[in-house]
C-alpha cells in the first residue's frame, strides 16, 4: 500500500522559513516523479515543484522561484521542500504527490497523494 505523509507546516512569519517533509512507503523513490502542490481556501490547488524521478531535475512555478528548493533523500524515502522569504500569499494547505510523468504540473500527473499540512504565513 502506497502511503506519502507530509509534516513540517505550521504557522511563521512573513520572511521566515519551513522546511516541509515528504515520506513515502510501498514505492520505490528513485522511480517516480515527486511534486509538490498547494491549496489555498477558495481556490483550487496548483503547482507549486516537483523533482524528476531519475536526474533530480527540479521545476517550479514562477512565484516560488528563488525562494523554494526541492530535494530528495532516496535513502531515507522522503522529499523536501525548503521554504523561504515565506509570503502571507504562500498560506495554503500543501500536498505532496508521486506519479511517473516529467513536466509534471498537473494533478492528473500524479496518482498517489498525501493528506497535506497547513502552513500559515502572517504578516
Known amino acids: 500500500q502506497v502511503q506519502l505523509v507530509e509534516s513540517g507546516g505550521g504557522p511563521v512569519q512573513a520572511g521566515g522559513s519551513l522546511r516541509l517533509s515528504c515520506t513515502t512507503s510501498?514505492?520505490?523513490?528513485?522511480?517516480?516523479?515527486v511534486g509538490w502542490f498547494r491549496q489555498a481556501p477558495g481556490r483550487e490547488r496548483e503547482f507549486v515543484a516537483s523533482?524528476?524521478?531519475?536526474?533530480?531535475?527540479?521545476d517550479y512555478v514562477d512565484t516560488v522561484k528563488g525562494r523554494f528548493a526541492i530535494s530528495r533523500d532516496n535513502a531515507k524515502n522522503t522529499v523536501l521542500l525548503q521554504m523561504n522569504i515565506l509570503k502571507p500569499e504562500d498560506t495554503a494547505i500543501y500536498y505532496c504527490?508521486?506519479?511517473?510523468?516529467?513536466?509534471?504540473?498537473?494533478?492528473?500527473?500524479?496518482?498517489?497523494w498525501g493528506q497535506g499540512t497547513q502552513v500559515t504565513v502572517s504578516s
Open positions: 504527490a508521486a506519479g511517473w510523468h516529467w513536466p509534471a504540473r498537473s494533478l492528473n500527473d500524479y496518482r498517489y
Open positions: 523533482i524528476r524521478f531519475d536526474r533530480d531535475t527540479t
Open positions: 510501498g514505492l520505490t523513490l528513485s522511480t517516480v516523479t
